[in-house]
């Protein structure tokens, strides 16, 4: 029988890739925190009418991606394919929004989506995201765009490109939609299967179907159905990246894949990453989402940025940081009487705020150095017979080859003087 795999779609992150993680994970946290937002977590298992109503029956992710189940209780419970509806429901239903306005928040962790895995998707991948709720203002929507672009800016990540919309009103989108659908339903015959059945369902998703993509240039733009108040939204929102130094390109086709939308919708895409995955991540306004929750209306603005495919851009673009030593310090024993005073000297160094690990095994020394040197340590302190006699230690450089025998009571003052 075959060794159990990983299912496919999910990986594992060994110790070797956490220093890159860190750093993601870190700097989303310094930057969302610099702009006053604070840490949210929310249940990774939530009600499915959660998302049906949130994200939308006619969206790919609730037809197609989510993973569904019955619970012992006979209840349908769904692992969460996408962070902003539970963090609504979070906010709304502990009435947060009554203490603060607007309530800011992040969010970093696992999300699950049933889609064909390829490079920048998974079907567990991890999303670092940002929510602003209960106030409307087009000066929301730039700080939220701005929080993820100065991420990006912190990462030194560069070729990364901004793409914003406006997806109007609900009205805006009804009138919008029926041009769609009388562009589209004389051209249904030639359709993919997928888009004849968003036709009725969700014909936004027309202009995104990868597909399809030789209609789309003649399609009706959503521009042409916005009305004043919307228009006006939009210039404002424009006009504070265009303040903000964020170059933002105005793209009339950028409809996103979740129903929650409203006026704002962006992207940020990257050069390094293909076709349909080309976005590291995406956000908008989503007035509407509350009340199909059944909470009182609350206006909201967020993004989500996924982890995975920054991490593959930033390799590629040579910024992501290597691999970090597994510890500061080895301390070898030459012989096994000498395991005790090692392990004690280990204990000191750790005291001394040092990551240390001992190897106390009955091996030759040069096999212990050899070994230890894959740890990639920046000293080795080595204790022998000489030295557990006398009481001291030998401090070794590992990076120059020079080593010291060094008197007991500077033994961690010559190690932390190294490092
Ligand atoms: P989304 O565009 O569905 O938005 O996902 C955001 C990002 O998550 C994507 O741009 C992508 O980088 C990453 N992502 C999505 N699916 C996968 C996958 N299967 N494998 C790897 N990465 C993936 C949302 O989820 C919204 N909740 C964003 C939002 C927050 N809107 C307002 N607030």
């Keep these: 029988m075959a060794p159990i795999a990983a299912l496919r779609g999910t990986r594992d992150i060994p110790p070797g890739e956490s220093a890159a993680w860190r750093w993601l994970l870190e700097t989303h ?3 969302a925190e610099a702009h006053g937002y604070r840490p949210i977590e929310t249940p990774i298992i939530e009600a499915t009418e959660l998302f049906e109503r949130g994200v939308g029956t006619g969206t790919d992710v609730v037809e197609k991606e989510m993973f569904t189940f019955v619970d012992r209780g006979g209840r349908s419970v769904t692992l969460r394919p996408e962070g902003t509806a539970g963090v609504v429901r979070a906010v709304l239903s502990s009435s947060l929004d009554q203490e603060i306005r607007p309530v800011r928040v992040h969010y970093a ?21 940002i929510e602003c709720i209960a106030e409307r203002s087009p000066d929301l929507d730039v700080e939220v765009i701005e929080v993820g672009w100065r991420l990006f800016e912190a990462l030194e990540l560069r070729g990364v490109h901004l793409q914003v919309n406006s997806l109007g009103d609900p009205d805006d ?10 562009y589209y339903e004389p051209l249904a015959e030639q359709l993919c299967d997928d888009c004849r059945r968003r036709l009725s369902t969700n014909p936004l998703r027309l202009l995104d179907c990868k597909r399809d993509q030789r209609f789309v240039a003649d399609a009706p733009l959503i521009w042409d159905y916005l009305s004043g108040a919307s228009r006006d939204y939009f210039t404002a929102v424009q006009a504070g990246l265009e303040r903000a130094r964020i170059r933002a390109t105005v793209n009339a086709r950028l409809v996103r894949g979740l129903d929650y939308y409203t006026d704002t919708a962006f992207e940020f895409w990257h050069d390094t990453l293909q076709g349909s995955q080309n976005a590291l991540g995406g956000g908008g306004r989503y007035d509407g989402l509350a009340e199909v929750l059944e909470f009182p209306a609350t206006p909201g603005i967020g993004y989500a940025l996924g982890l995975e495919r920054i991490l593959i851009a930033a390799r590629a673009s040579g910024v992501a940081p290597d691999q970090e030593p597994a510890c500061d310090v080895v301390v070898i024993s030459v012989d096994v009487d000498a395991a005790p005073d090692a392990t004690d000297w280990a204990r000191k160094l750790r005291a001394a705020g040092l990551r240390v690990v001992t190897d106390a095994t009955d091996r030759r020394l040069d096999r212990k150095l050899r070994s230890a040197a894959k740890l990639d340590p920046r000293v080795a302190v080595i204790i022998g017979e000489d030295e557990r006699r006398a009481g001291g230690a030998v401090v070794r450089d590992m990076r120059e080859r020079s080593q010291q025998s060094v008197v007991a009571d500077q033994v ?8």
């Design 412 to 419: 961690v003052a010559t190690v932390l003087h190294l490092i």
């Design 109 to 129: 962790g696992p999300f699950f989506r049933n889609e064909r895995p390829q490079a920048g998707v998974q079907r567990q991948f991890t999303q670092a995201g």
């Design 29 to 31: 946290r310094r930057v």
């Design 173 to 182: 989108r009804t009138r919008y939609r029926a041009a769609l659908v009388a």
